[in-house]
Nanobody
Framework: QVQLVESGGGLVQAGGSLRLSCAAS????????MGWFRQAPGKGREFVAA????????YYATAVKGRFTISSDNAKNMVYLQMNSLKPEDTAVYYC?????????????????WGQGTQVTVSS
């Protein structure tokens, strides 16, 4: 059974940094793509970043490009989201997700598996 477990969220001041981690287990992920999404109160789930497990392709939302970096440690089955220069509008619950699909990585419905989420709060 596939499990995705996020960690690393918390409260940070604007301009600060956080690194989110996602521990993946339950299958081999070499042919998967991993994504990070976020959901703020009263809003829909929003794409943040995605990466093929091989690292061959990486995508970022315009709002985070240049500030966030998605990476992975294949040996540990870990995916990370390094978030720098955080803004109050980055406040949300952040979710890790996995998909075996090769397309549509910016769309939540493309993903098969989801973690439980981790709260990120950025104060002004």
């Amino acid at each position: 059974q596939v499990q995705l477990v996020e960690s690393g969220g918390g409260l940070v001041q604007a301009g600060g940094s956080l690194r989110l981690s996602c521990a993946a287990s339950g299958r081999a992920f070499s042919n998967y793509a991993m994504g990070w999404f976020r959901q703020a109160p009263g809003k829909g789930r929003e794409f943040v970043a995605a990466r093929r497990w091989s690292g061959s392709v990486t995508y970022y939302a315009t709002a985070v490009k240049g500030r966030f970096t998605i990476s992975s440690d294949n040996a540990k089955n870990m995916v990370y989201l390094q978030m720098n220069s955080l803004k109050p509008e980055d406040t949300a619950v952040y979710y890790c997700a996995a998909t075996s699909r090769g397309l549509g990585l910016v769309v939540p419905t493309s993903y098969d598996y989801w973690g439980q989420g981790t709260q990120v709060t950025v104060s002004s």
